[in-house]
Structures are given as structure tokens and as C-alpha cells.
């Protein structure tokens, strides 16, 4: 019962990784293409790699591609933050330059 309950256990917690890693994948494999840092035939080449893993069940290849998709994951994140941020304080910049040319029209 113990060895039943600990491989679903273990059953449970893989396919969360994987459901993270197809996640992660969406947001990587569009970035990474959009940047023309992947072709499409390359991202085909990565994804074949990762789905030969799952399927084989190869807990350690799919700890490490999930180790490195999450991190490329966070870095696209990141930088879609960190530009979202540069554009705001742009926008608010120019709302504040134009708000004072109209005040010196105006006044």
C-alpha cells in the first residue's frame, strides 16, 4: 500500500512538472522565435526532445529541461516587467511634458 501511495504520490507531482513545463514552453518558444533567437525547425528540435522525455518518463532529463525552461521563463518575464516599467515612466514623462506646454500656451 506504502509503494502504491508513494508512486502516485510521484505520479501526481510529475505531471504538475510537466503541465509547468508546457507552461513555460508557450512563453519561451514565442519569445525565443519572435527574437529570432529560435527557427521554427529549432524550437520543432527542442520541443521533440522534451516530448521524448515525458514519454520515456526519464525523471532526470525532464528535471532538467523543466530546470531550464523555468529559468528562460523567468527571464522573459522579467524583461516583459522591466520593459512594461521603461514604458510607463516614458508615457508618464511625456503626459507631464505635454500637460506643461499646454500650460504655457494657456498661461
Keep these: 500500500m506504502k509503494t502504491l501511495t508513494v508512486a502516485l504520490i510521484v505520479e501526481v507531482s510529475m505531471n504538475a512538472v ?11 518558444s514565442e519569445a525565443r ?17 522534451i516530448r521524448a522525455a515525458i514519454e520515456a ?4 532529463v ?8 523555468a529559468d528562460l521563463a523567468a527571464w522573459v518575464t522579467a524583461w516583459n ?10 508615457k508618464r514623462k ?8 499646454q500650460g504655457e500656451r494657456n498661461g
Design 81 to 90: 516587467l522591466i520593459c512594461r516599467g521603461s514604458e510607463a515612466e516614458m
Design 94 to 101: 511625456a503626459k507631464e511634458a505635454r500637460e506643461k506646454q
Design 57 to 60: 518518463k526519464d525523471r532526470t
Design 18 to 28: 510537466v503541465e509547468k513545463m508546457r507552461a513555460d514552453w508557450i512563453l519561451v
Design 33 to 49: 522565435k519572435a527574437s529570432g533567437d529560435w527557427t521554427d525547425e529549432e524550437a520543432q528540435d527542442i520541443a521533440a526532445a
Design 62 to 69: 525532464i528535471a532538467c529541461w523543466s530546470s531550464w525552461l
